[in-house]
């Protein structure tokens, strides 16, 4: 895989479809200042992108996260982490694909469970196809998510109007933190691609560069879409404030180029995440965290059709029984936020001490902090814990009584 196919990935896994409905949430719970909660948590993912980057660089496998745990803290870490990152796919994976249909319902009028589905099987059919396939679809679609949010943003800032920013800050400090909490669903992904660290033709480099150059994408467009929402709409904008920043720009042609966006964002985060974790599944099969039935294809430049079929097995009745959508993005963001910062406390552990070793403590400290807003939904991680532990001991279990 090239730096250019991986970059791709990761903005996908970045670049979610949360940029449909964030900015209205954080202006919301902040007012005008919202745009700091969003440079802030900018700031905050450097040091945990990086973190990644260079474990992955160091330790490649496809393991990513849960490897990188192991080697730092043992098997059953390795285990449980991986577990928290294997379980939320197919919660995430779905949640993602009914955003995307909701906006294809609003904009065309069609079935929104039924784009959900489509959205779905293309991004497995995708993978099955390979990760190379994968890549270069994925760099088609960001080339064409990131010209239209772009148009977006260019199109209507001859609408700004400075006087939309006062009263700046509303709500204070604590409406800045409130929208930051909210915002946390923006900036996960950075631990996907530590999942295809072995994956990339470069290994030394390849991730560590693709990372640098999605920060900066992602820089970019968060803090233009951030920004110029709140000089266009006001803080008390519309629930959907891309179309409408759209619509200043280009008229009626907004709402078909809007639901086409909605696909392109969901595509983008659903096929990385399904590439990651069906890797990850085979890894942890090797483990002996999942039967060892599903280690085949696990290997760098294969397909693990197993892993992946698993996961497909695993996203039909979150498909099917579909529930409330903001309960499953945040036990989502649940899991993830454990998997992020058991990474980059793994990290303080194995990278050597200097440069990257204390970007590692800065970026533990941070993700530690940001358990916080999870809450309740702090319950999934815990459950999924337990799971890694009853299947490690059935394993272990079992392979004792073989080998006697």
Known sequence: ????????????????????????????????????????????????????????????????????VGLAFGRRASAV???WFFGAVPIGTVAGALVGGQYVEACFGEDGTLAAWLIMIAAFA??????????????VFVVLLVALLTAAVVSAAPHAD???FTPFAPYGFAGVAGAAGVLMFAFVGWEAASHLSAEFADRTNGLIRATVVTLAVIAVLYLGVSVSSVAVLGADMTEVPLTAMLELGIGAAARPVTGVVAVLLTFGAVNT????????????AR??????????????????????????????PVLMWAVD????????????????????????????????????????????????????????????????????????????KEGR
């Open 1 to 68: 895989m090239t730096t250019g196919q991986g970059m791709a990935l990761l903005v996908g896994a970045v670049l979610g479809p949360g940029m449909l409905v964030l900015p209205h949430l954080a202006a919301a719970a902040a007012g005008p200042a919202s745009v700091l909660a969003w440079a802030g948590l900018l700031v905050l993912s450097v040091p945990v992108a990086l973190t990644f980057a260079a474990l992955g660089a160091r330790y490649p496998d496809g393991g990513g996260v849960a490897s990188f």
């Open 81 to 83: 982490a991986g577990w």
């Open 126 to 139: 995708a993978n099955a196809a390979g990760l190379r396939t994968s890549g270069r679809l994925q760099i």
């Open 162 to 164: 400075p006087a939309t």
């Open 273 to 284: 995440y399904i590439a990651g974790a069906a890797r990850l599944g085979a890894a942890l």
């Open 287 to 316: 483990e002996g965290a999942l039967p060892g039935w599903f280690a085949k294809g696990g290997e760098p430049g294969r397909t693990p059709y197993r892993s992946l079929g698993l996961l497909a097995v695993l996203c039909l």
């Open 325 to 400: 959508l903001d309960l499953l993005m945040r036990a989502t963001s649940a899991c993830l936020a454990a998997v992020t910062a058991a990474g980059v406390v793994a990290a303080v552990r194995m990278l050597p001490a200097g440069r990257h070793r204390n970007t590692a403590v800065v970026g533990a400290m941070m993700s530690l902090a940001a358990l916080a807003f999870c809450g309740v939904y702090l319950v999934l991680p815990a459950v999924l814990a337990v799971v890694a532990a009853v299947v490690l001991s059935i394993g272990a279990r079992r392979a004792y």
